[in-house]
């Protein structure tokens, strides 16, 4: 069965993922079935084994906008702590279920291998240059002992434990930072319905608000209709013209790609109530993939008129501050860069993930088991970008992270330093 399984994805990943053109010959699959029936053959592929190895084969592909998981009815683990890498050391930032680290610690070797010789051996992993921007999720996994410095200078080793992963909280809330100032904080976009009751709640708030500071330094993404209603605080009153060239696209609109994403967009429609969003979606389904279904990579730049988008913004609040940072991504991207495009509205942290090159993410699910998101759609601006540049939408303002980052919100004192100068 698993297999069978694995050469669906294969299948998938060579023909109906966006970026195959791109990155043909780039995968060893071969490696991986082998592996995959040697494990099955002896009787010790458990559905976490195998999830770990389509992993492994995934990365070969060079996305983080690409991801194989178990299902809801299948537990996840991992090692109840969140790093980010300064020089020569991986800091503790976030702690979930590990109470043996503190806030602040840092690893100094796993396996007694230095970090800057990690960094070397797994950089297919974490595929970034810059150190910030690494994720060590996958990494930390792989090893059994830490070496860790607390914040007073004590060093010790500590086994690495698994557990079962914490469950994600959502948080779209506003509060008053001063007389003259709101902070509002979105963790994702799922969901318009959250956004919109935020909005609501805090309408006379808003209305009377000189400065607005959102905070999508920790934005999972989702959609960026969930933020269409918000769009109107970031932009000064009057119609405002907005460019999203830079989001032109095609969608690789084969057969397979069209039942997942009619499947996906028609199970959507029968939990949605707004009738605005509700006609997009429609729209969405018949114009591009009933309408195209089978004919490959489609531009659909003229027919949607992208470009044309305009927003008619509001006086107040005058200012805007977005804080940003590399764990922002997908619908986060959009959002960030939208918000660039508004003379008001100030971004200020770091570059955001940067994971829309190949997006529109369609989901191919196994029974209870298994699940593979991939990108349907591909910017254009490939074709012309430079190899070497950069991932994510830039900051106007960058604030570099440091390991004081941690205690202390230094890109919310920084907003805060911005604003009053204005």
């Known amino acids: 069965?698993?297999?069978?399984?694995?050469?669906?994805?294969?299948?998938?990943?060579?023909?109906?993922?966006?970026?195959?053109?791109?990155?043909?010959?780039?995968?060893?699959?071969?490696?991986y079935e082998d592996k995959i029936q040697e494990f099955e053959s002896k009787g010790e592929l458990t559905p976490t084994l195998f999830s770990e190895i389509v992993q492994d084969y995934l990365l070969d592909f060079k996305d983080p906008h690409l991801f194989f998981n178990l299902r809801d009815s299948q537990k996840e683990y991992d090692n109840g702590f969140r790093l980010r890498r300064y020089e020569d050391k991986l800091y503790v930032t976030t702690r979930t279920n590990e109470n043996?680290?503190?806030?602040?610690?840092?690893?100094?070797?796993?396996?007694?291998?230095?970090?800057?010789?990690?960094?070397?051996?797994?950089?297919?992993?974490?595929?970034?240059?810059?150190?910030?921007?690494?994720?060590?999720?996958k990494v930390i996994s792989k090893y059994n002992v830490a070496e860790v410095i607390d914040t007073k200078g004590n060093i010790r080793s500590l086994e690495l434990k698994e557990y079962e992963k914490a469950a994600y909280k959502a948080q779209h809330t506003i509060e008053r930072i001063d007389?003259?100032?709101?902070?509002?904080?979105?963790?994702?976009?799922?969901d318009h319905a959250p956004i919109d009751d935020l909005l609501e709640k805090y309408r006379d708030d808003l209305a009377n608000t000189k400065n607005l500071i959102i905070d999508v330094r920790l934005n999972l993404g989702g959609s960026d209709h969930s933020f269409n209603n918000l769009q109107k605080f970031l932009f000064p009153s009057g119609v405002n013209k907005i460019d999203l060239s830079y989001y032109n696209m095609k969608v690789n609109c084969t057969n397979t790609n069209a039942d997942l994403m009619i499947h996906s967009i028609e199970e959507e429609l029968q939990k949605m109530e707004d009738s605005e969003y509700r006609e997009e979606l429609k729209q969405w389904k018949e114009e591009t993939w009933e309408k195209h279904r089978g004919m490959g990579f489609v531009n659909l730049n003229k027919e949607n008129a992208i470009e044309e988008y305009e927003i008619t913004g509001l006086d107040i609040p005058k200012n805007v501050v977005v804080l940003a940072d590399n764990y922002c991504g997908s619908a986060g991207d959009i959002f960030v860069y939208l918000c660039k495009q508004s003379p008001k509205v100030t971004v200020l942290g770091r570059p955001t993930m940067?994971?829309?090159?190949?997006?529109?993410?369609?989901?191919?699910?196994?029974?209870?088991?298994?699940?593979?998101?991939?990108?349907?759609?591909?910017?254009?601006?490939?074709?012309?970008?430079?190899?070497?540049?950069?991932?994510?939408?830039?900051?106007?303002?960058?604030?570099?992270?440091?390991?004081?980052?941690?205690?202390?919100?230094?890109?919310?004192?920084?907003?805060?330093?911005?604003?009053q100068g204005k």
Do not use: C
């Open 1 to 31: 069965m698993h297999t069978k399984i694995f050469q669906e994805i294969v299948n998938i990943m060579h023909y109906d993922y966006a970026g195959y053109i791109d990155k043909k010959g780039w995968d060893h699959p071969k490696h």
């Open 100 to 137: 043996r680290f503190k806030q602040g610690d840092a690893i100094l070797s796993l396996d007694e291998i230095p970090v800057l010789e990690l960094v070397e051996k797994h950089q297919r992993e974490l595929m970034e240059t810059k150190a910030e921007r690494e994720d060590w999720r």
């Open 179 to 190: 007389t003259n100032t709101l902070l509002m904080t979105l963790s994702d976009f799922w």
């Open 354 to 419: 940067g994971v829309n090159d190949y997006s529109n993410l369609s989901v191919k699910q196994w029974e209870d088991q298994f699940e593979l998101m991939y990108a349907t759609s591909r910017l254009d601006q490939l074709d012309t970008r430079k190899p070497d540049a950069e991932q994510g939408i830039k900051p106007d303002v960058y604030i570099p992270w440091t390991p004081e980052h941690i205690n202390k919100d230094i890109d919310l004192e920084e907003a805060m330093k911005l604003l």
